[in-house]
């Protein structure tokens, strides 16, 4: 059974740094590709950052330059590193597990975590 569980989310100031993490276990986690999305009040999930088996990544235009995504397969863990944080970046963050990808596209697979919220605000 896959069980997803992401951590390090908070209430910071606009500006600062977060590190989020993302443990899957009962998964082949290696050759998995691993993404993080967001989910504002209001609004639909959306795809912010997404990581191949071989550490190919790709991300949102709204956190480009901002966020990093990076993987550590002997640790069945992924992280979302993410700088100069703004208002904006509140929302609940999920991780899935097993990314699928259809021409430019990339779909989420049935294993979420269960979130974790992230707040910028002064």
């Known amino acids: 059974q896959v069980q997803v569980v992401e951590s390090g989310g908070g209430l910071v100031q606009p500006g600062s740094s977060l590190r989020l993490s993302c443990v899957a276990s009962?998964?082949?986690?290696?050759?998995?590709?691993m993404g993080w999305y967001r989910q504002a009040p209001g609004k639909e999930r959306e795809l912010v950052a997404v990581?191949?088996?071989?550490?190919?990544?790709n991300y949102a235009e709204s956190v480009k330059g901002r966020f990093a995504i990076s993987r550590d397969n002997d640790k069945n863990t992924v992280y979302l590193q993410m700088t100069s944080l703004k208002p904006e970046d509140t929302a609940v963050y999920y991780c899935?597990?097993?990314?699928?990808?259809?021409?430019?596209?990339?779909?989420?697979?049935?294993?979420w975590g269960q979130g974790t919220q992230v707040t910028v605000s002064s």
């Open positions: 899935n597990s097993g990314l699928g990808r259809f021409g430019t596209n990339w779909y989420p697979s049935d294993y």
């Open positions: 009962g998964t082949r986690f290696s050759i998995f590709t």
């Open positions: 990581i191949t088996s071989n550490s190919t990544t």
